[in-house]
């Protein structure tokens, strides 16, 4: 079994015992109807929906989004505990989470964030490799968080295909209207977004760790140097995911671009990343965790 299948299962196992431990809680309900109805009624803290086919509609995904304010946690393949106890062999099967004042509940959810950018499709680079699109698919990840660079429709057409909540940043060849920096909150991880080009020098630690300062975020994600990087400074934690693609960058004319990216599950008090790397025509994966600080140690 390949490092990339190996990392892929232990995050459904993951899933899997989460949902179970939501399931024994007793404070969800369970079946299709059941959620619509806890979710019209304003009962429902958020909405898991599980599938065994990633033919899922998305019209379906989206109208369970509109009606849920916390959104919808979607998951495909292997779901077996929430199949079971739907009371059938599953193609769709939902659960909605009642208690709004249980925070305990909704953290022991698998919240698996995609973090990847600087496609620079179609001027740099033709596409993602294939392998990496064989990983990424529907019903795995629940965010995805871009340091920009796209610069083509279709890769953002992509990414929105993954999941509903996108969010991306402005790269120097993106669209001006696009944000230069966000805030996205995951649980209780607050997460800032750049594409970093504004940052001098490139990658600079000291200037990456103002802006997580100046942001208020435990951790602070940015893109333009396609060099994959992960650290610790000033109690914070730094992530680049590097080039999905492994665009060509002028100012590294003498290195081999190395496509990559990174998938962040997100827990109660700690973040689990792995990075994934295109080498050799086969998919590496690294690991690394990080404990979330407190609240007071942002600023």
């Not at 009371?87 to 964030?113: N, P, Y």
């Not at 060849?173 to 594409?195: C, M, N, Y």
Request: hydrophobic share 40%; proline share 4%; charged share 20%.
């Amino acid at each position: 079994m390949t490092a990339a299948k190996k990392a892929s299962k232990k995050q459904q196992e993951n899933i899997n015992s989460r949902l179970a431990l939501v399931m024994k809680s007793g404070k969800v309900v369970l079946g299709l109807r059941q959620t619509l109805k806890s979710l019209r009624q304003g009962k429902a803290k958020l909405v898991i929906l599980a599938s065994n086919t990633p033919a899922l509609r998305k019209s379906t995904i989206e109208y369970y989004s509109m009606l849920s304010k916390s959104g919808v946690h979607h998951y495909i393949g292997n779901n077996i505990e929430l199949g079971t106890a739907c009371g059938r062999h599953f193609k769709i099967c939902s659960m909605a989470v009642l208690d709004a004042g249980d925070s305990d509940i909704c953290e022991t959810l698998v919240m698996l964030v995609l973090v990847i950018g600087d496609f620079h499709v179609p001027y740099r680079a033709s596409s993602i490799p294939a392998k990496f699109r064989r990983l990424l698919v529907p019903g795995k990840i629940q965010h995805v968080l871009c340091t920009g660079n796209l610069i083509g429709r279709d890769s953002l057409d992509y990414l929105k295909s993954l999941t509903s909540d996108v969010h991306v940043v402005r790269g120097e060849f993106d669209d001006a209207s696009w944000p230069e920096t966000k805030v996205v909150t995951v649980g209780q991880l607050r997460i800032g977004l750049t594409h970093g080009h504004q940052l001098l020098p490139w990658g600079d630690p000291a200037s990456l760790s103002e802006l997580r300062r100046r942001l208020g975020v435990d951790l602070l994600i940015s893109g333009h140097t396609r060099r994959f990087e992960a650290f610790e400074r000033d109690g914070g934690f730094f992530l680049n995911p590097g080039s999905a693609t492994g665009a060509f960058s002028p100012a590294e004319a003498g290195e081999t671009p190395v496509p990559s990216f990174a998938l962040l599950d997100v827990q109660a008090s700690s973040v689990v990343c792995y990075i994934y790397r295109f080498i050799d025509g086969d998919v590496a994966v690294e690991r690394v965790e990080f404990k979330i600080p407190r609240a007071n140690s942002r600023g």
